[in-house]
């Protein structure tokens, strides 16, 4: 489908964010898209060209592949191999049962053990993953949601008995709750409580572990579930200031904790659009945070993100290196501050560590070959770059301001109307790569028959699952088992009298208590979500 | 094919506790427009639930969407399930992400449309009102 239709001076060129693209940018296009007031400089308000003045020169985004697969011990010696080959963050998949708050043994994981991501039931397990690795020179980051204010209690625990100073210890949690509720889907209790969680994580993080970032609001899967890039960045942001409106009710000044909120977003499509996307999207968060909510430290104005590539194609996943590499780019001249880079193999298996080390180098190049550290926003200053910047802030305000006036995102979500509207987007984008009007390579151009594909599949071991309940069960003999029912009453009492419940979720993890007793004394009180059939 | 009286009614289900369910809400709005009736069930069912609403719904198809590697254990409780319901002259479909290598097993055990990633929504669409 070699057409010339993409091409030739009638055509029409409208970007996924729905804006138009002319064919050559002025300095008048800059000046009727409102001109150049809000570009600034680096590490100044409105942070529209990075968050610090130096960026990269003074030291290169983190590198943090998203890691973790069968028991404790296996992912251990994969991020060890990470760390070798120059990884300079950790990322940590949970398999689905922890995720979701059950325990190895519970009947509904079966099957699920240990599959897509590392298993956890107790504090053990979290000693084991990281046992040999310093993690004040290796910030840790876990992708845990239903069960994050569990697994965020044992990473601190675990910490604090290998005698790291909370104060002091960096790390991030996923725990972005209401876009599991959009897409993604490991929720566990109905969204008000769900929220309330992520508040209570915030709170206690704010207090107890300050330079910890308890939560990081994530764009990304709203975006892989459908969402346009304008969208991604408005639901973010509205979702992050649903999380801020929870802790500021209970008395937090913005400047206690906004300065360790952190967002994960996507790269993938179009070049210029993502680089303006981020652009534009630091400027605003730093206008929300200062103009809305009153901060007045700069740190609580940075869009602090992480930036990683969806996007790739089971077809000619070979093919999924160069668009890795091409995401790289956009997150590097987008200034973002971590990148996680999926693997060419990922839309078949866990990555090999053969292709982990082939995106990790693919960063690497970046940096030691390309000269993408030298200079701070070197798209700055271009015409496009700039126009385009102004116009999609503008659609992420307007965007941001239609979630609001149809009354937020928490009753959104709760409705199901969000899920309903980007699974329709969903659709329609999917007709338009099979129609062939989006393009897609492999996909829908360019495609080759009967290639062969040479992936190598990840193992799935059911020994390592016998081996994770054996260890379970060994944990629940040799624990002190009034200590265990102590914390856990706690913990039910606390969330019943509406306190902040991780103090108590804190010494219920210390006493080896597990993510699935927790849970479930959890939804003792808060119940479980309903999810609303909506498409 | 039959002359049908009514629209092929698909139960479409999330196995397990996969939640990426962009897929699924996309190939349930292809059926829609396809003439189909979709019963979608939301997230997490078990084989109980997912041959239950079979049962409830008097289902023509039974679909799953899964993305999460756990397809192989599941559909193999799934499949005595429907057995004992008597639903084995329904027709059984999967999608999602399926390595080749367990395609000869899920077509043993009944399924008779496989459908990984990367497949077409007409595809899809055409094979369940073909063999519906």
Known sequence: MNDRAKFGSERTVVNESGIEIRPLYTARDLEESGGAQAIGQPGEFPFTRGIHSLMYRKQPWTMRQYTGFGSPSDTNERFKYLIANGQTGLNVAFDLPTQCGLDSDDALAEGEVGRVGMSVDSLRDMEVAFEGIDLERITVSLTVNGAAAILIAMYLAMAEKRGYDLKLLRGTAQNDILKEFIGRGTWVYPVEPSVKLVGDTIEYCAALAPKYSPVSVCGYHIRESGANPVQEMAYAFCIAKAYADEVKRRGLEVDEFAGRLSFNFNVFGNIFEQVAKFRAARSLWARIMKEEYGAKKPGSMWLRMIAGGGGLTFEQPEVNIVRGAYYALIAALSGAQTMALCCYDEAYTIPSEHAQRLSLRTMQLLIEEMGLTDTADPLGGSWYVETLTNQMRKAMEEAMADVDARGGIVKLVAEGAIQAEVSAQAYSMAKRIESGEFRKLGVNCYRVEEEEKHIEFHPYREEEVRAQIAGLCEVRRTRDAAAVAAGLERVEHEARANLNVMPAIMQAVKSYATVGEITTRLIGVYGRYREPIRF | ?132
């Open chain 2, 1 to 132: 094919m039959n002359q049908r009286t009514r629209p092929i009614r698909v139960v479409l289900a999330k196995p397990g506790l996969d939640g990426h369910d962009q897929g699924a809400k996309v190939v349930a709005r292809a059926l829609m427009d396809g003439g189909c009736e979709v019963i979608y069930t939301g997230l997490r069912q078990t084989a109980q639930s997912v041959a239950r609403i079979a049962l409830d719904e008097d289902a023509d198809v039974i679909a799953l969407s899964s993305m999460a590697g756990s397809h192989l254990p599941f559909c193999r409780k799934l499949r005595t399930l429907l057995v004992e319901a008597g639903l084995t002259d329904k027709l059984w479909v999967i999608g999602g992400n399926l390595p080749a290598q367990d395609h000869a097993e899920l077509r043993a055990l009944g399924f008779k449309g496989i459908f990984p990633s990367s497949s077409r929504l007409g595809d899809i669409v055409d094979f369940i009102r073909s063999h519906a």
